[in-house]
């Protein structure tokens, strides 16, 4: 079944930009699926970052739209998130997920999530 | 409104039936989907859709919903239940994701 795994650096530099991976097994990036990144601050609930199509097409949370790019890798069967300007606030654990096929059934897959803290 | 609201808390004793209710205008066009979350782990989903549950989801977890408020029913608590839990939903405009506040579950 599908597995996704992701990764990047545990920490970042307030100023800096958060750059993380998710990459995708057991399964094709270009499947009739969107693919989601979600964060949950230290005792806090989940905040949706943004989600992208195999296409190129993404949506993001208007709260994050200005910071946030999130792009993919046919090739490597992999999807990435940059946030940029970070602070303490982004600090957070950084999941990426897989939405359901008909794209309103929530998020049916995801990764172990990763740890990422903003400090100098 | 992109907002889901969920109460904080709640509790139920080991055996009986709880349930944890999300409320939203975007929960009167789009179905909500329900989380379970344990500490240090990922969130599972539980329910999707009027009321599914992923293979491996007991069948004690059910979903319902009415106008904009959507509910997950936990029929015979057990200890294993205890977890946040969280919904979520398409947005009114159905292109973007809302999360729901979360609901800390305690088993007695």
């Known amino acids: 079944q599908v597995q996704l795994q992701e990764s990047g650096p545990g920490l970042v530099k307030p100023s800096g930009t958060l750059s993380l991976t998710c990459a995708v097994s057991g399964g094709s990036i270009s499947s009739s699926n969107w693919w989601s990144w979600v964060r949950q601050p230290p005792g806090k609930g989940l905040e949706w970052i943004g989600e992208?199509?195999?296409?190129?097409?993404?949506n993001y949370n208007p709260s994050l739209k200005s910071r946030v790019t999130i792009s993919v890798d046919k090739s490597k069967n992999q999807f990435s998130l940059k946030l940029s300007s970070v602070t303490a606030a982004d600090t957070a654990v950084y999941y990426c997920a897989r939405d359901s096929e008909d794209d309103s059934s929530g998020m049916d897959v995801w990764g172990q999530g990763t740890t990422v803290t903003v400090s100098s | 409104s992109s907002e889901l609201t969920q109460d904080p808390a709640v509790s139920v004793a080991l055996g009986q039936t709880v349930r944890i209710t999300c409320q939203g205008d975007s929960l009167r066009s789009y179905y909500a989907s329900w989380y379970q979350q344990k500490p240090g782990q990922a969130p599972v989903l539980v329910i999707y859709g009027k009321n599914n549950r992923p293979s491996g989801i007991p069948d004690r977890f059910s979903g319902s919903s009415s106008g904009n408020t959507a509910s997950l029913t936990i029929t015979g608590a057990q200890a294993e239940d205890e977890a946040d839990y969280y919904c979520n939903s398409r947005d009114s405009s159905g292109n973007l994701w809302v999360f729901g506040g979360g609901t800390k579950l305690t088993v007695l």
């Open positions: 992208i199509y195999h296409s190129g097409s993404t």
